[in-house]
């Protein structure tokens, strides 16, 4: 996975569709881009976060071929980890998830954050969840 701090700029599009790049892409701020090699704030999210993540993660956007796994699982899974919320299922590992604030700023995780705020304790930035609900 890449890793790129929480609240830096969101600059993933350069290395991916460099000739593409988002519309609003001046207003959005990454989140959630974990590496095994660089701490990370932890914290117990409330299960109402959890929840909001995995709603999300329903409708990934910039979904790619490829799957990331987990690089702090000790097992890598064939299949990419998976979501589900009132009997709806998405995968992970695949996609982005945006969740856009009152000010207009875009916060971008991958949909890994998912994974990250349930199994690895990952606490996001206080507002990245006040614009999560």
Not at 63 to 71: A, E, I, P, T
């Amino acid at each position: 996975m890449t890793h790129f701090e929480d609240l830096s700029p969101y600059e993933y599009w350069k290395k991916t569709w460099p000739q593409v790049a988002p519309e609003h892409a001046e207003a959005m701020l990454n989140v959630g881009w974990l590496d095994p090699g660089v701490p990370y704030p932890k914290g117990r999210s409330a299960a109402e976060i959890l929840a909001a993540l995995r709603e999300k993660a329903l409708e990934p956007v910039r979904l790619m071929r490829g799957v990331h796994h987990c690089g702090f699982c000790d097992s890598r899974s064939p299949l990419p980890f998976r979501s589900e919320i009132s009997g709806r299922q998405g995968w992970l590992g695949n996609g982005e998830l945006e969740v856009t604030a009152a000010d207009g700023t875009i916060f971008v995780a991958p949909t890994l954050v998912v994974h990250y705020v349930g199994e690895h304790d990952y606490l996001p930035p206080q507002s990245f969840l006040d614009a999560l609900g």
